[in-house]
């Protein structure tokens, strides 16, 4: 079936160091989400890349939606302890199915 | 604060029962997506409702069903309950039906299975 795999699966830093998350999907995506889950919290949507290439910069978040639509990255530099929390992607696949990835949980050390 | 509204925030129960979870979606959405997160693991969606139809199922198993109200609020009943269904349950709204729409969560429902 139709999977969105994400990686890592966990990842610790020290506050200051940059971070990666990928999220790569076996079928090509109309756009991608991405989410933020804090510890104990609910999903917040963070933003939508919808065309092939696009790259959005959130302030220290900069996300990037792949040529092929098949893949995306969220990179955070200078990583803050608020940046502590699951980050997914979700990929919608034929306009009608938003499927979430597997998520990739950060944790920052001050 | 999102706006969706979930009640009750935790439910603790026995196997074999049944219960029924409720969300209320931000004022002026019209669809409801219901979502299963189990204990270090992702996002599973279960089903889609929008203005009172079903619009999209996801991996929702026969023993669980759901409803959307004319007032837009939405109902997950859960029978026949097991311990695997313990669980973090999450209902999401949006403004349309189509899955393109961001996507506002709830705070959850806590399903602990004893």
């Known amino acids: 079936g139709q999977q969105v795999m994400q990686i890592p699966q966990y990842q610790h830093v020290q506050e200051g160091e940059d971070f990666t998350t990928y999220c790569n999907s076996s079928?090509?995506?109309?756009?991608i989400q991405w989410y933020k889950q804090r510890p104990g919290g609910h999903p917040v949507f963070l933003i939508q890349?919808?065309?092939?290439?696009e790259v959005k910069k959130q302030k220290r978040l900069t996300f990037q939606f792949g040529e092929a639509k098949k893949n995306s990255s969220l990179h955070i530099t200078a990583t803050q302890t608020t940046d502590v929390g699951t980050y997914f992607c979700?990929?919608?696949?034929?306009?009608?199915?938003?499927?979430f990835g597997t998520g990739t949980r950060l944790q920052v050390f001050p | 604060d999102s706006g969706v509204t979930q009640t009750p925030k935790h439910l603790i129960t026995a196997t074999g029962q049944r219960v029924t979870l409720r969300c209320s979606p931000r004022?002026?959405?019209?669809?409801v997506y219901w979502y299963q997160q189990s204990l270090d693991q992702g996002l599973q969606f279960l089903i889609q409702?929008?203005?009172?139809?079903?619009?999209a199922k996801g991996n929702i198993l026969e023993r669980f069903s759901a409803q959307q109200f004319p007032d837009l609020h939405s109902e997950l009943n859960l029978s026949s309950l097991e311990l695997g269904d313990s669980a973090l349950y999450f209902c999401?709204?949006?403004?349309?039906?189509?899955?393109?729409?961001?996507?506002?969560f709830g705070d959850g429902t806590r399903l602990s299975i004893l």
């Open positions: 999401a709204s949006s403004a349309a039906g189509g899955a393109d729409q961001p996507q506002h």
């Open positions: 079928t090509t995506l109309s756009n």
């Open positions: 890349l919808v065309k092939s290439g």
């Open positions: 979700a990929g919608l696949v034929n306009t009608d199915k938003l499927i």
């Open positions: 004022s002026g959405d019209l669809s």
């Open positions: 409702y929008y203005n009172g139809e079903e619009r």
